[in-house]
Each structure stands twice: as structure tokens, then as C-alpha cells.
């Protein structure tokens, strides 16, 4: 046993020794929100969307022709030149409409991602707190025992006990310096998944941030949800659906063409005004052309108008499957909340100074011959499972209050 714990202490060391990053809190989220993989996506999509939205008046190429040779008269030299553009009504307004839809849902996407990133930032600080605080109980725990040991040694040694006494004491602290080695493998555990949340070469640790208990005021409402941008991304995906329902729409409309011509009718006499001149080269007929492109096969155009419908039935089912899903697991953590809470005053109340007084009665009755090494064990391991549940309830309270800040988008 002892020659795990000093190779397991030796590799911490080890690791622990490597370069570290020092952060607070508000450090580890700063940096998490620039540095994070998938914040950066969020935000290439972002700006990739925005430029997109320059695409809204999009019109198609422009068709410029030429016709040259002998199309008018025997004159092999004519030629005439035609500009057109066809303008679909998808460019008046509902192709601009989706693109804002789009920019819109990429930017409440990022928003729910960075919310979704802050929240396991600070679930993984306050875990590390929670380990640092029970590293020093581990400690305290130690001390205990290491004194216990020595008592029970010299106990031992003057034949006041026996070796069932110093057997169980020995046991006692070794297993307290394992529980210490797995708490620093723990530790640095997590601080790994920091490391990866924020992106860095460095293995950081969290300074500052104590495990105290998190200041709650806001008052538990179902409607904060409303506030949570997953819930604000998915129902802007609606509205996506929507605007693709009314491009798809617009495609299903006439295509209005617009053309401009100059040409060239050599030999062709004059008979307008009567002067009965002769076009040469140099004169140049003008005119221009308006057009419909009606589309006389309507199925296609139909079946696509149709899947988006049901693409946007799809949408608002998503969403409302998800907001009730939302509000169930809000409510859900107002209850776990409301337990922690309950169970965390009893701790500060009432099991905490009892703990100490058990402690405090157990180790001054043992040094003056009261009790045996039996009450005095169990006197210890009983005031010390008090502390350790209050720790793993302070705990559990601040995840709680995490964890419904996180559901209403409180950053």
C-alpha cells in the first residue's frame, strides 16, 4: 500500500511539475469563449452567413448576343446586338428575408454554444473546488490519524495496547493517504477537461475560487427559459422554415425578362417619312423587349412547396418538443435545487457543530483513557463523513444553481 501511494504521489508530482496556467474564474470563461473549436465554428458560420445576405437581390447572369451576316437583306454585313435579364421574383424581398433568418439563427446558434461552454466551465471549477476542499479535509483526516498512529506505536510499544490497536491505526492512515493520492489523480482530472474546454497547451489551474456557496437571488421562474438561447435558436429555426416556404413560393411565379436591342438593316429604305433614303452601316434601329417566363409545369414546383410546409410543420413540432423538454428539466432542477437547499441548512444548522463537538469529545476523552481506540474510530469516522457530506452538499447546491443559470442563459 504505501509503495503504491509514494509511485502514484511520485507521478503527480511529476505531471503536477510540468508548466501550469493560473486562472480565475472569469479568466477560464474569457478565454474558453476565445479560444474553444467549436465557438470558433459558430463563428465562421456567422460571418459566413452575413455574407451571404449580400445575395439577396441575386439575379441571374445577363445575356448579351450577336447576330452578324445576312439575316435582313443581301447585305452580309448586318449585325445586331441584344442585351436581356431575366429578373425571378425570388428577388423581391423573400430571398432577402431567408438570408436574415439565416444570419439571425447562425448568431443564436453561437449565442447557445457559448452558453453551453460557460456553463461546463464553471461546472468543472466548481468541481475542482469541490476537490481542493476535500483535499484539506483528507489532510485534516491525516493528521488525525498519523496522531492516532503514534499513540497507538507507543501504546504498543509500553504494552498499554495491543497489536490489533496499532494494526488498525496503521490501516487507518494508509488508507487516508490513498484516498489523498486518488483525490490529486481526481484533480488533475479535471483539470484536464479545463485544458480542453479552453484550449490550451497548458495544464491550467483555477486560483480564487473557493467552495463557497454560490449566491442565488434571482427568483426560480418557468419563463426564464425563454431567455435561454437554444430555446431562442430553435424557434428562429421556424421562422428559417417559413421564409424557405415563401422563396420556394416565388420560384413558382413568372420570371420577368427584360431585353434591349441596336441593329443594323442595311438596304432598307425609308418609306416612313417618304424621303426614301437608304440605310447604310452607320444607322442603328433600337428597341427593347418585355417578357414573362410563366411556368407551364406546376408539379415540380409543387411538390417543393409542399416539403417545405412540411419542413416548417417539422420546425414548430422541434420546437415545441423542445421547450417542453426545456421546461421539464428546469423544473427538475428547481426541485434539486430546492433539496440541496434544504439539505445544505441542516449541514450549517445542525450537523456541522455537532461533527466538531464529536470530534472534539472523541479525541480529548481517548487522550484521558475514557473511551478505547473502537469508540474513538468510530467517534472520528463519524464526525469526518459529517464534513464530507456537507462538502459534497455545498457542492451539489452550486451545480444546482449552475445548472438553472445555464437553462435560463444566464452567463
Given at each position: 500500500?504505501?509503495?503504491?501511494?509514494?509511485?502514484?504521489?511520485?507521478?503527480?508530482?511529476t505531471?503536477?511539475?510540468?508548466?501550469?496556467?493560473?486562472?480565475t474564474?472569469?479568466?477560464?470563461i474569457?478565454?474558453?469563449?476565445?479560444n474553444?473549436?467549436?465557438?470558433?465554428?459558430e463563428t465562421?458560420?456567422?460571418?459566413?452567413q452575413?455574407?451571404?445576405?449580400?445575395?439577396?437581390?441575386?439575379?441571374?447572369?445577363?445575356?448579351?448576343?450577336?447576330?452578324y451576316?445576312?439575316?435582313?437583306?443581301y447585305?452580309?454585313?448586318?449585325?445586331?446586338?441584344?442585351?436581356?435579364?431575366?429578373?425571378?421574383?425570388?428577388?423581391?424581398?423573400?430571398?432577402?428575408?431567408?438570408n436574415?433568418?439565416?444570419?439571425?439563427?447562425?448568431?443564436?446558434k453561437?449565442?447557445a454554444?457559448?452558453?453551453?461552454?460557460?456553463?461546463?466551465?464553471?461546472?468543472?471549477?466548481?468541481?475542482?473546488?469541490?476537490?481542493?476542499a476535500?483535499?484539506?479535509?483528507?489532510?485534516?483526516?491525516?493528521?488525525?490519524?498519523?496522531?492516532?498512529?503514534?499513540?497507538?506505536?507507543?501504546?504498543?510499544?509500553?504494552?498499554?495496547?495491543?497489536?490489533?490497536?496499532?494494526t488498525?491505526?496503521?490501516?487507518?492512515?494508509?488508507?487516508?493517504?490513498?484516498?489523498?493520492?486518488k483525490?490529486?489523480?481526481?484533480?488533475?482530472?479535471?483539470?484536464?477537461?479545463?485544458?480542453?474546454?479552453?484550449?490550451?497547451?497548458?495544464?491550467?489551474?483555477?486560483?480564487?475560487?473557493e467552495?463557497?456557496?454560490?449566491?442565488?437571488?434571482?427568483?426560480?421562474?418557468?419563463?426564464?427559459?425563454?431567455?435561454?438561447?437554444?430555446?431562442?435558436?430553435?424557434?428562429?429555426?421556424?421562422?428559417?422554415?417559413?421564409?424557405?416556404?415563401?422563396?420556394?413560393?416565388?420560384?413558382?411565379?413568372?420570371?420577368?425578362?427584360?431585353?434591349?436591342?441596336?441593329?443594323?438593316?442595311?438596304?432598307?429604305?425609308?418609306?416612313?417619312s417618304?424621303?426614301?433614303?437608304?440605310?447604310?452601316?452607320?444607322d442603328?434601329?433600337?428597341?427593347?423587349?418585355?417578357?414573362?417566363?410563366?411556368?407551364?409545369?406546376?408539379?415540380?414546383?409543387?411538390?417543393?412547396?409542399r416539403a417545405?410546409?412540411?419542413?416548417?410543420?417539422?420546425?414548430?413540432?422541434?420546437?415545441?418538443?423542445?421547450?417542453?423538454?426545456?421546461?421539464?428539466q428546469?423544473?427538475?432542477?428547481?426541485?434539486?435545487?430546492?433539496?440541496?437547499?434544504?439539505?445544505?441548512?441542516?449541514?450549517?444548522?445542525?450537523?456541522?457543530p455537532n461533527?466538531?463537538?464529536?470530534?472534539?469529545?472523541?479525541?480529548t476523552?481517548?487522550?484521558?483513557?475514557?473511551?478505547?481506540?473502537?469508540?474513538?474510530?468510530?467517534?472520528?469516522?463519524?464526525?469526518?463523513?459529517?464534513?464530507?457530506?456537507?462538502?459534497?452538499?455545498?457542492?451539489?447546491?452550486?451545480?444546482?444553481?449552475?445548472?438553472?443559470?445555464?437553462?435560463?442563459?444566464?452567463?
Open positions: 500500500m504505501k509503495k503504491y501511494f509514494l509511485v502514484t504521489l511520485f507521478l503527480l508530482i505531471f503536477l511539475g510540468r508548466s501550469q496556467q493560473l486562472l474564474l472569469e479568466q477560464a474569457e478565454t474558453a469563449l476565445k474553444n473549436g467549436s465557438v470558433r465554428t465562421y458560420n456567422v460571418e459566413s452575413r455574407a451571404l445576405k449580400k445575395t439577396g437581390f441575386d439575379l441571374p447572369k445577363t445575356n448579351v448576343s450577336l447576330l451576316g445576312q439575316y435582313n437583306s447585305s452580309k454585313n448586318d449585325n445586331n446586338l441584344t442585351v436581356t435579364q431575366t429578373i425571378p421574383f425570388t428577388a423581391f424581398g423573400s430571398q432577402s428575408a431567408l436574415r433568418s439565416l444570419v439571425a439563427s447562425s448568431e443564436l453561437k449565442a454554444t457559448e452558453n453551453e461552454l460557460v456553463f461546463q466551465v464553471k461546472q468543472v471549477c466548481y468541481q475542482l473546488a469541490f476537490l481542493k476535500k483535499h484539506k479535509l483528507l489532510q485534516q483526516q491525516d493528521s488525525i490519524y498519523e496522531g492516532f498512529l503514534k499513540a497507538a506505536s507507543l501504546r504498543y510499544k509500553t504494552g498499554e495496547a495491543n497489536l490489533l490497536e496499532q488498525t491505526a496503521e490501516s487507518q492512515r494508509n488508507e487516508v493517504k490513498n484516498m489523498l493520492a483525490n490529486m489523480a481526481d484533480q488533475v482530472v479535471v483539470r484536464t477537461q479545463l485544458k480542453t474546454l479552453i484550449n490550451s497547451n497548458e495544464l491550467p489551474d483555477i486560483v480564487n475560487v467552495l463557497n456557496k454560490v449566491s442565488f437571488t434571482n427568483t426560480p421562474d418557468s419563463a426564464a427559459i425563454q431567455s435561454n438561447p437554444s430555446t431562442s435558436y430553435m424557434r428562429q429555426q421556424v421562422q428559417v422554415a417559413k421564409d424557405v416556404k415563401k422563396v420556394e413560393s416565388a420560384k413558382a411565379a413568372p420570371e420577368i425578362l427584360l431585353g434591349f436591342f441596336t441593329q443594323t438593316l442595311i438596304g432598307v429604305q425609308d418609306t416612313e417618304g424621303s426614301g433614303a437608304i440605310a447604310t452601316s452607320s442603328r434601329f433600337t428597341g427593347f423587349q418585355v417578357g414573362l417566363a410563366i411556368p407551364v409545369w406546376f408539379v415540380p414546383h409543387q411538390g417543393r412547396v417545405a410546409e412540411y419542413n416548417r410543420q417539422s420546425a414548430e413540432s422541434n420546437y415545441q418538443y423542445y421547450y417542453k423538454t426545456l421546461q421539464g428546469y423544473q427538475q432542477a428547481i426541485q434539486e435545487y430546492a433539496k440541496n437547499k434544504n439539505s445544505l441548512y441542516y449541514y450549517t444548522t445542525s450537523a456541522l461533527a466538531e463537538l464529536i470530534l472534539k469529545q472523541s479525541q476523552a481517548f487522550k484521558n483513557g475514557e473511551i478505547g481506540y473502537a469508540e474513538y474510530l468510530l467517534g472520528v469516522q463519524k464526525a469526518i463523513a459529517i464534513k464530507e457530506g456537507h462538502l459534497q452538499t455545498l457542492n451539489d447546491y452550486n451545480q444546482s444553481i449552475i445548472y438553472i443559470e445555464f437553462l435560463s442563459g444566464n452567463k
